[in-house]
């Protein structure tokens, strides 16, 4: 699979609030619809993919990400159409909300990540958030397509080869587009993606 041809096949979105605001990822995955809610939810396939998951896992339960220390609450969880999750990392509070559907022979994934806007927001934009679901989504379909480059150990190789950094560069300036297409100022909106490429590479900006 050519992770570069993924920046194509997924759609972004930015949406501004008041107070919060969303990034928004949709692609379509060669897949059922059986087979991509479990590859989202089920904890002896996360680690493939994503991250090890743990916690009482079902709705009103409290789960855990080992890998990073992220935890939150199971706020929604509607088999095979929607989970919600709250997201709560170092005291910073947002949530994630994950919808699939059916669409022909495909099975269509969309991820929603809503949080507060605030310096951080206004320093790194969309792109902070964004790149890093850009590399799960890719990681995702990667797994379903039986890629060993799928596990988190593969993708961080995968993230220091050339192949990897222009991929970060890509998709950080998709979501400085995206930021655009939602009002951000043209000029602000690249200054924040290039910071966001350069936080993930070490690159100067």
């Keep these: 699979m050519d992770l570069l041809d993924h920046i194509n096949r997924t759609h972004r979105a930015v949406k501004r609030g ?19 809610w479990d590859a989202c939810v089920n904890p002896e396939r996360l680690p493939r993919w994503f991250e090890p998951v743990s ?6 339960g409290r789960y ?5 220390g992220i935890e939150g609450t199971i706020e929604v969880c509607v088999p095979r159409e929607r989970l919600r999750v709250t997201w709560e990392d170092s005291g910073a509070g947002s949530f994630v909300e994950v919808s699939l ?4 022979d495909q099975a269509v994934l969309r991820v929603e990540h809503v949080q507060a806007g ?9 792109s902070a958030t964004g790149v890093g ?10 797994h379903l397509a039986g890629d060993p480059r799928a596990t988190p150990e593969e ?7 050339e192949e990897g950094v222009e991929f970060m ?9 995206a930021d655009v297409e939602a009002g951000a100022d043209p000029d602000h909106a690249r200054q924040t993606s290039d910071r966001t490429f350069a936080f993930y590479t070490g690159a100067e900006q």
Excluded: C, H, Q
Excluded at 101 to 104: A, D, L, S, T, V
Excluded at 118 to 126: A, L
Excluded at 133 to 142: C, F, Q, R
Excluded at 169 to 177: E, G, K
């Design 155 to 161: 993708m961080a190789k995968v993230g220091a080869s």
């Design 64 to 68: 855990r990400l080992e890998g990073r």
């Design 101 to 104: 559907r059916e669409e022909g």
């Design 18 to 36: 008041t107070e919060m605001n969303s990034v928004i990822l949709t692609r379509a995955y060669d897949t059922t619809l059986p087979d991509l």
């Design 169 to 177: 560069r890509r998709t950080a300036a998709a979501w400085a587009d």
């Design 133 to 142: 679901w850009d590399g799960s989504v890719l990681s995702l379909a990667l």
């Design 55 to 60: 916690g009482d896992l079902r709705e009103g």
């Design 118 to 126: 605030g310096d951080f927001w206004n320093t790194f934009g969309p």
